[in-house]
């Protein structure tokens, strides 16, 4: 487990020396983000085509404030409707290309979409809860993953950036957290915040840093 680390402000653009590699001004040194439940609303099944991507509230105003680290922003989605032929590669990628114009349009910035496109019988290593999607965009971006905080929606995202070495971050703007899995995150002082402007925020303040003893989730 990641030992605490005492609070200060990691919302940094400048670069300080005597950091771990890829890590800026020895802080966070990248933004790895959930799709569906995280940026736009989750319809509990594939988004199939731009009309049916619905930005959550707050999206523009997180993006606007991420835009103005010098670090990463990448999204990473499991996308197993390519794979069980629900939804062709093309589209999807038609709606990643809307979906950074407009947040790109409104002052924010998403610098990379990273997609497994594989059915959950494939196997494949890169469908979150596995690590494969969180390793390849590191090595793809050059960041340190210990230094990476990955914001998602579902145990899937938490247990990927666990078996990443990354920091996790939940919100409750997506899928609900079940009392097992809310008891199991509570256990391993997982964040768990409203939704990414609070993600954002937790990010600002350093409160992204796992709980320590006697803290409390509410009102981070």
Same mark, same amino acid.
């Given at each position: 487990?990641? +030992? ?26 990248? =933004? ?39 670090? /990463?922003?990448?999204?990473?989605? @499991? ?6 032929? $629900? ?12 979906? !950074? ?12 979409? !990273? ?13 979150? /809860?596995?690590?494969? #999607?969180?390793?390849?965009?590191? =090595? +793809?971006?050059?960041?340190? #993953?210990? $230094?990476?905080? !990955? ?8 247990? &990927? &950036?666990?078996?990443? @070495?990354? =920091?996790?971050? !939940? ?5 609900? =957290? /079940?009392?097992? #899995? ?27 840093? /796992? #709980? ?6 509410? @009102?981070?």
């Amino acid at each position: 487990m990641r +030992k605490a680390t005492k609070r200060k402000s990691i919302f940094h653009s400048g670069a300080e020396g005597g950091g771990r590699s890829g890590v800026v001004g020895g802080k966070i040194a990248a =933004i790895m983000l959930d799709r569906d439940g995280v940026v736009n609303r989750e319809l509990g099944r594939a988004v199939r085509s731009w009309d049916e991507f619905e930005f959550l509230p707050g999206v523009f105003q997180a993006f606007q404030q991420l835009a103005m680290l010098q670090i /990463p922003v990448v999204v990473l989605s @499991n996308q197993s409707a390519i794979g069980r032929g $629900w939804v062709s590669s093309e589209t999807v990628d038609a709606i990643h290309r809307e979906m !950074m114009g407009r947040i790109r349009g409104a002052g924010g910035r998403i610098d990379d979409v !990273m997609v497994c496109p594989h059915a959950p019988e494939s196997e494949c290593s890169c469908r979150k /809860p596995k690590p494969g #999607l969180l390793l390849e965009t590191a =090595i +793809k971006h050059r960041f340190d #993953l210990r $230094w990476a905080v !990955m914001v998602g929606d579902s145990h899937r995202d938490i247990e &990927a &950036a666990q078996a990443a @070495n990354a =920091i996790p971050l !939940m919100v409750r703007s997506g899928h609900a =957290i /079940p009392r097992k #899995l809310e008891e199991r995150l509570n256990r391993e002082n997982v964040r768990v915040v409203a939704d990414l402007v609070s993600a954002v925020t937790a990010i600002a303040n350093g409160s992204v840093f /796992p #709980l320590t003893g006697g803290e409390s989730r509410e @009102n981070l």
